[in-house]
C-alpha cells in the first residue's frame, strides 16, 4: 500500500534541496519580502494622498499642492519599489527552480536505476516515468505557492491587520478574526473535502499513463492477435474511470470557490462598514476611508487566491509524494562503504553455505548451498523451471543480497565489491536482449562506452552482426527502436553477443544465446562463442539440452539443489539419471510437436 505524507515531509523534501543553493534562495525570499511590504504600505499614501486633496481647512492651497505631490511621489515610488524589488527576486527564483529540478528528476532516477530487480518487475515502466516527471513539477508548484503564495500574503495580512489595529483596534480585530476564519476554513475544505478527491483523480492520472505504457510497448503482441479493438477498450475504460474521478475532483475544487467567494464579499462588506461608521463618528477622514478600502483590495488581492494557494499546495503535495517515497525507500542492494573494486582476473566463482529466499517467498530457492566453478571453467546449469538456475546467475551479478553465507569471486566476497566493477567483471547475453533506442554502435559499445570504432566493428564481426548492419541505410548509426524493435530476434541477439565479445569479461553468462537464430546462423557463430568462452568462466543457462556439449561439467538443478553433475557422457550413461530424464521428456516433446 502506498505510503501517506503530509506537509512536513514535504517540506523536508523540499528544503534539501534549497539549502544546496542558499545564496539562491536568501536572494529570492528577501526581495520578495522587500516586495510585499510595498504592498503593505501602498494604502497610507494612498490615504495620505486623498487626505491631501481633500483637506482645505487646514493648509494654504500652496502647501495642498505641495503634500499632494509629495503623497504621489511617495505613492509612485513604492509602486516602482514594489515591481523592481519583484523583478529582481525573480532573477533569483528561476535559476533556483531549474537547478533545484534538475537535482530532483536527477536524484529520483538514480534511486529508479537501483531499486531492486523485485521493484522493477512489481512496477509499471510508464507509470514510474509519469510519477518522476510529476512530481518534478509538483516540486515547482509547492515551491511557487510557498514563495509567491504563502510568503506575500503572510507579509500583507500581518502588516496591514497591525496598521488597522494601531488606527482603528476594532478594525484590526474584526480584520484579524475575519481573516483567521477564512484561513481555517480553506484548510479544511481543502484538506478533508477537495485533496481526497485529488488524490483518487492522481491514481487514476497514473494509471492511465501506465496503460497506455503498457500497450504501446507490447504494440506487436496487439497486432499479432489483432487485439486493437480490445485494448482500445481497456484503454478507455482506464481514461473513463479517470474522467469521472477528475470531474468530481475539479467539481469539488468549485464548491470551495464559491464558499470562499462568499466569505470575502462578507469581509468586504463588513471591513467597509467599520470604515464608514468610523468617519461618521468624525474619528476618520476621507484618506482614511480610502486607506480601509485599499487595504481591503490589497487583502482581497491575497486572500483571493489564498483558496488556491491551499489547493495548489495540497495537490503538489499529493504529487510529490512518490519522490518522497523513493527517497525514504531503502536501496535493497547498496555497496558498502568500505566497498572496493572487484579484481577479477581467472573468473573463479564460489557459493559457500548460501541461503537465501525471495522477498515474498517463505521456503528458501537456496538452503545453506555450496558450489565451486574453477577459473576458465564451462559450466551449463539444467533443470526444470523454478529449480534455480536463473536464480543463481542473479546472485552471481548481485541483483539480489543473500539471506546467509558467501559468494566470492576470485576470493573476493562480491557483497564487499562496488557493483559496478562486479558486472563490468561479467558479460551477459540474455534469451531475449533488450536494446536502447539508440545507434547500433551505441547499443554494441554500451559494454565498454569508450571502445573505438574499429573495436565495435571488430567485435560485430566476431559476433557475424556485421554484414546486416552493412546492409542497413545508415550502417552502424541505424537507430533500432524502442527495445530494439526494428531488428529480428536473431539480429538482436547477434548485437547481444558482440557486446559480450567488446566486453572482454573473464566470466561469461550466455542464457540460451543462439535461442533466437536459425540454424545456418547458428552454426556460422558456434565457432565464435567457442573463441569467446576459451580462458573465461563460462556459465551457461541451458533450455535445449542439445546444447550443452562443450562445456566441462553439466549442474543439474531441481528445487534449489544440485542433484547431479558431471560431463554429458558421464550423465547419459546414468540409466536413471536426472539429467537423462530430462533430455528423454525434452526429445519426445519435440517428437509430438513434429507430429
Given at each position: ?5 503530509g506537509?512536513r ?21 528577501v ?30 492651497p ?21 515591481h523592481?524589488?519583484?523583478e529582481?527576486?525573480y532573477r ?7 537547478i533545484s529540478?534538475?537535482r530532483?528528476?536527477g536524484?529520483a ?13 512489481n ?20 515551491a ?5 503564495g504563502y510568503?506575500?500574503?503572510a ?5 496591514i491587520?497591525?496598521?488597522l489595529?494601531?488606527?482603528w ?5 474584526f ?11 480553506s ?14 483523480m ?33 484503454f ?12 468530481k475532483?475539479?467539481s469539488?475544487?468549485?464548491n470551495?470557490?464559491?464558499?470562499l ?5 462578507l469581509l468586504q462588506?463588513g ?6 461608521w ?6 476618520a477622514t476621507?484618506?482614511d476611508?480610502?486607506f480601509?478600502m485599499?487595504s481591503?483590495?490589497v ?16 495537490k503538489?503535495i ?10 525514504k ?7 558498502r562503504e ?6 577479477a582476473d581467472g573468473g573463479?566463482?564460489a557459493?559457500?553455505g ?17 558450489l ?7 559450466v ?11 536464480t543463481?546467475?542473479k546472485?552471481v551479478q ?14 573476493q ?24 533506442h539508440?545507434s ?17 566493428e ?18 552502424y548509426e541505424?537507430?533500432?527502436?524502442e527495445?530494439?524493435?526494428?531488428l529480428?530476434?536473431?539480429e538482436?541477439q547477434r548485437?547481444a553477443?558482440?557486446?559480450a ?10 542464457d ?8 545456418i546462423?547458428?552454426?556460422q557463430i ?18 535445449r ?18 542433484v ?9 550413461a546414468?540409466d536413471d539419471?536426472?539429467?537423462?530424464e ?11 510437436e513434429?507430429?
Amino acid at each position: 500500500m502506498k505510503q501517506k505524507f503530509g506537509f512536513r515531509e514535504a517540506s523536508v523534501f523540499v528544503w534539501r534541496y534549497w539549502r544546496q543553493v542558499p545564496w539562491l534562495l536568501s536572494g529570492a525570499f528577501v526581495t520578495m519580502a522587500l516586495a510585499t511590504l510595498c504592498d503593505v504600505f501602498l494604502p497610507v499614501f494612498a490615504g495620505r494622498l486623498i487626505d491631501s486633496l481633500a483637506d482645505v481647512a487646514f493648509a494654504e492651497p500652496a502647501a495642498r499642492v505641495g503634500d499632494a505631490y509629495w503623497a504621489l511621489t511617495a505613492f509612485v515610488g513604492i509602486s516602482v519599489a514594489f515591481h523592481l524589488f519583484r523583478e529582481v527576486s525573480y532573477r533569483f527564483w528561476i535559476p533556483l527552480a531549474t537547478i533545484s529540478m534538475r537535482r530532483i528528476i536527477g536524484d529520483a532516477f538514480y534511486r529508479v536505476q537501483r531499486f531492486s530487480a523485485d521493484w522493477q518487475a512489481n512496477s509499471f515502466a510508464g507509470a514510474t516515468v509519469r510519477k518522476i516527471s510529476r512530481g518534478m513539477w509538483a516540486y515547482d508548484e509547492f515551491a511557487d505557492t510557498i514563495y509567491i503564495g504563502y510568503l506575500p500574503a503572510a507579509i500583507v495580512l500581518v502588516g496591514i491587520t497591525a496598521n488597522l489595529m494601531v488606527n482603528w483596534l476594532l478594525m484590526g480585530v474584526f480584520v484579524l478574526v475575519a481573516v483567521s476564519i477564512y484561513l481555517v476554513v480553506s484548510i479544511l475544505l481543502v484538506s478533508l473535502y477537495v485533496a481526497p478527491a485529488n488524490e483518487i483523480m492522481n491514481e487514476s492520472d497514473s494509471a492511465v499513463g501506465a496503460a497506455m505504457a503498457d500497450a504501446v510497448s507490447c504494440n506487436a503482441t496487439v497486432k499479432s492477435f489483432g487485439a486493437e479493438k480490445r485494448e482500445d477498450k481497456r484503454f478507455f475504460d482506464v481514461a473513463d474511470l479517470w474522467r469521472r474521478r477528475a470531474r468530481k475532483a475539479w467539481s469539488r475544487e468549485i464548491n470551495g470557490g464559491t464558499v470562499l467567494s462568499v466569505m470575502s464579499l462578507l469581509l468586504q462588506a463588513g471591513l467597509l462598514s467599520l470604515a464608514l461608521w468610523y468617519w461618521s463618528r468624525g474619528q476618520a477622514t476621507a484618506g482614511d476611508v480610502t486607506f480601509v478600502m485599499t487595504s481591503y483590495f490589497v487583502i482581497h488581492g491575497y486572500l483571493r487566491e489564498i483558496g488556491q494557494h491551499v489547493r495548489n499546495m495540497q495537490k503538489a503535495i499529493n504529487e510529490i509524494e512518490d519522490l518522497v517515497g523513493f527517497q525514504k525507500q531503502v536501496i535493497d542492494v547498496a555497496d558498502r562503504e568500505t566497498a572496493s573494486d572487484l579484481r577479477a582476473d581467472g573468473g573463479a566463482i564460489a557459493f559457500d553455505g548460501v541461503t537465501f529466499r525471495y522477498g515474498n517467498q517463505r521456503t528458501p530457492i537456496y538452503a545453506d548451498f555450496s558450489l565451486r566453478i574453477g577459473a576458465g571453467e564451462r559450466v551449463a546449469l539444467v533443470g526444470p523451471s523454478g529449480s534455480g538456475k536463473s536464480t543463481f546467475v542473479k546472485l552471481v551479478q548481485r541483483l539480489y543480497d543473500v539471506d546467509h553465507g558467501e559468494i566470492r569471486i576470485d576470493g573476493q566476497d562480491i557483497a564487499g565489491a562496488t557493483q559496478e566493477s562486479l558486472r563490468r567483471a561479467i558479460a551477459l547475453v540474455p534469451q531475449d536482449p533488450a536494446l536502447f533506442h539508440r545507434s547500433l554502435a551505441e547499443n554494441i559499445a554500451y559494454a565498454r562506452p569508450e571502445a573505438s570504432r574499429e573495436e565495435i566493428e571488430q567485435a560485430a564481426r566476431r559476433a557475424h552482426a556485421h554484414d546486416f548492419i552493412q546492409r542497413l541505410p545508415q550502417g552502424y548509426e541505424t537507430l533500432v527502436g524502442e527495445r530494439g524493435v526494428k531488428l529480428s530476434g536473431g539480429e538482436r541477439q547477434r548485437v547481444a553477443l558482440a557486446r559480450a565479445f567488446l566486453a572482454d569479461a573473464p566470466i561469461l553468462i550466455l542464457d540460451e544465446a543462439t535461442s533466437s537464430l536459425d540454424s545456418i546462423t547458428e552454426a556460422q557463430i558456434q565457432e565464435a562463442i567457442e573463441e569467446l568462452m576459451e580462458g573465461r568462466t563460462t556459465i551457461v543457462i541451458a533450455h535445449r539440452l542439445s546444447t550443452v556439449r562443450s562445456v566441462d561439467r553439466i549442474l543439474v538443478f531441481r528445487d534449489g539443489c544440485i542433484v547431479e553433475q558431471g560431463t554429458q557422457q558421464e550423465l547419459l550413461a546414468r540409466d536413471d539419471g536426472h539429467f537423462r530424464e530430462l533430455l528423454a521428456m525434452q526429445i519426445e516433446g519435440l517428437a509430438l510437436e513434429g507430429n
